[in-house]
């Protein structure tokens, strides 16, 4: 499965900003996973293709909304209510057969997105 991410960029603290990622097939389930400067990648939400069942990290729950289109092989992240610790790259990745939030089960991962969030 090859991956690509799109809509980051530049926003204030407060704001809002959706990623698509565009898959060229589906597996079990997409994840979005992000590093930030200086720290360690981690896991922020996935979604299982068979019946769109979530998971979230503590630090996005109730912020940030995973979402999928079948017909398009896309999933989106809206992400709301964005703070200055949510700057990161931004990475979607596809699990052939989990929806661990364990990056270890993802095979395959797109380049990433960078998203900036200032104070």
């Known amino acids: 499965v090859q991956l690509q991410a799109f809509g980051g960029g530049l926003v204030q603290a407060g704001g809002s900003l959706r990623l698509s990622c565009a898959a060229s097939g589906r597996g079990y389930a997409i994840g979005w996973f992000r590093q930030g400067p200086g720290k360690e990648r981690e896991f922020v939400a996935n979604i299982r293709w068979s019946d769109g069942s979530t998971r979230y990290a503590n630090s996005v729950k109730a912020r940030f909304t995973i979402s999928r289109v079948n017909a398009k092989n896309t999933v989106d992240l809206a992400m709301n209510g964005l703070k200055p610790e949510d700057t990161a790259i931004y990475y979607c990745?596809?699990?052939?057969?989990?929806?661990?939030?364990?990056?270890?089960?993802?095979?395959?991962w797109g380049p990433g997105t960078q998203v900036t969030v200032s104070s």
């Open positions: 990745a596809a699990s052939l057969n989990s929806n661990s939030d364990k990056s270890r089960w993802y095979q395959s």
